[in-house]
Protein backbone atom coordinates (compact mmCIF):
# COMPACT_ATOMS: atom_id res chain seq x y z
CA UNK A 1 0.00 0.00 0.00
CA UNK A 2 0.77 3.39 -0.95
CA UNK A 3 1.47 5.88 1.61
CA UNK A 4 -1.35 8.48 0.00
CA UNK A 5 -3.40 5.15 0.26
CA UNK A 6 -2.84 4.92 4.42
CA UNK A 7 -3.67 7.94 4.65
CA UNK A 8 -7.21 7.57 2.48
CA UNK A 9 -7.30 4.36 4.74
CA UNK A 10 -7.18 6.09 7.85
CA UNK A 11 -9.29 8.79 7.31
CA UNK A 12 -12.19 6.67 6.13
CA UNK A 13 -12.08 4.72 9.10
CA UNK A 14 -11.62 7.90 11.70
CA UNK A 15 -8.65 7.01 13.36
CA UNK A 16 -5.42 9.12 14.49
CA UNK A 17 -2.79 6.58 13.10
CA UNK A 18 -3.06 3.35 10.56
CA UNK A 19 -0.22 0.84 10.86
CA UNK A 20 0.25 -0.66 7.17
CA UNK A 21 2.69 -2.48 4.84
CA UNK A 22 4.69 0.26 2.74
CA UNK A 23 4.60 -0.99 -0.94
CA UNK A 24 7.90 1.14 -1.88
CA UNK A 25 10.07 -0.02 1.53
CA UNK A 26 8.72 -3.44 1.83
CA UNK A 27 8.03 -2.77 5.37
CA UNK A 28 5.92 -2.20 8.26
CA UNK A 29 4.82 1.99 8.36
CA UNK A 30 2.45 4.01 10.62
CA UNK A 31 0.86 7.20 9.40
CA UNK A 32 -0.22 9.54 12.05
CA UNK A 33 -1.69 12.85 12.65
CA UNK A 34 -0.55 15.76 13.87
CA UNK A 35 -1.84 18.76 15.25
CA UNK A 36 -3.65 21.17 12.61
CA UNK A 37 -4.22 18.71 10.21
CA UNK A 38 -0.89 17.77 9.22
CA UNK A 39 0.59 14.23 9.21
CA UNK A 40 3.65 12.12 9.87
CA UNK A 41 4.79 9.02 8.77
CA UNK A 42 7.17 6.30 10.76
CA UNK A 43 8.92 3.24 8.73
CA UNK A 44 9.56 0.65 10.86
CA UNK A 45 12.55 -1.70 10.57
Same mark, same amino acid.
Given at each position: ?????????? !?????? +? +? #? +?????? !??????????????? #??? #??
Amino acid at each position: MSVDDALYQM !ELVGHD +F +F #L +FYDKDT !ERPSVVYRRHAYDYG #LIR #LA
